[in-house]
């Protein structure tokens, strides 16, 4: 009701940025009209002026209020801006005496109210089971996570990209099968409705890797969503990320140098 009493909406449609987290702290003091949004850290009052931080999927930036810029806005911007909202800002990019890059806000706008507060933030989550099965706050709470998140793209895309560059062609195969195979390994089974049979979640992309081979394909790939209805534990979940390749008139010793090859230009991912 707040919100709505200052003309805000507590979920906003859209809201335009012109920087990422990233581009804002590179930008020259004296720079205007820098529009960035993400989500409330951390804020600080100090009368009649306040320091905040704004996580985004880039990093984190300070922001400064103050009242003698923002007049109303600024008693506005306490009462309905908790930690957990998004917002978004416009403002001047200075550096602080601390040395600190920092958006000082002249506008600022509300995108999302979080309706439940984020854990604490010096022990963040510490509970295993918990951290697993509510992944987003462990993004929020542990930039270290969100970083292996990106790292994980940054080695898919150096896989493909590896892959194309030495002519595989990479096609997509069936999820639900007629019958489980590629791996020795237990499946999940459901039904098809429309033709009256059961059918399984794949195994392994294998035998339709091959099929491709067999008409005509010379190297193909996969990056294929598997599936085994088998034991969970920390590294071994009953959904995951398999990839297999293959190669027409190659023998194993061709795939060994080949893997080779393509784990030594891994090796080349800035850490």
Not at 6 to 25: D, V
Not at 198 to 223: C, H, N, Q, S
């Amino acid at each position: 009701a707040e919100i709505h009493k200052i003309g805000e909406h507590p979920y906003a449609e859209r809201y335009e940025t012109t920087h990422s987290m990233e581009q804002a702290l590179k930008l020259d003091d004296g720079v205007k009209g820098v529009c960035v949004a993400g989500r409330v850290i951390a804020i600080r009052y100090f009368g009649k002026l306040a320091f905040g931080h704004l996580f985004g999927f880039s990093g984190k930036i300070q922001f400064a209020l103050q009242k003698n810029k923002l007049d109303e806005r600024f008693a506005q911007f306490k009462k309905v801006v908790d930690i957990g909202d998004f917002i978004g800002i416009e403002g001047e990019m200075m550096t602080t005496k601390t040395g600190e890059k920092t958006i000082d806000i002249s506008s600022w706008t509300f995108l999302s109210k979080s309706l439940r507060p984020l854990p604490e933030k010096f022990h963040g989550i510490t509970d295993p089971e918990l951290r697993l099965r509510r992944r987003y706050l462990d993004l929020i709470m542990s930039p270290d996570i969100m970083e292996r998140f990106k790292k994980r793209t940054q080695i898919i895309k150096a896989i493909r990209d590896y892959l194309d560059e030495n002519d595989f062609i990479e096609i997509e195969t069936p999820v639900l099968t007629n019958k489980a195979s590629g791996a020795l390994a237990r499946p999940f089974t459901t039904h098809n409705n429309a033709l009256d049979i059961d059918v399984y979640l794949r195994i392994a992309p294998e035998t339709y890797l091959k099929r491709a081979i067999a008409g005509g394909f010379e190297r193909v790939y996969e990056f294929a969503r598997s599936f085994r209805n088998e034991g969970v534990d920390a590294s071994h979940l009953p959904d995951f990320t398999l990839l297999e390749y293959y190669c027409a008139y190659w023998n194993y010793e061709d795939n060994m140098n080949f893997t080779e090859k393509l784990m030594k230009h891994q090796g080349r991912i800035p850490a």
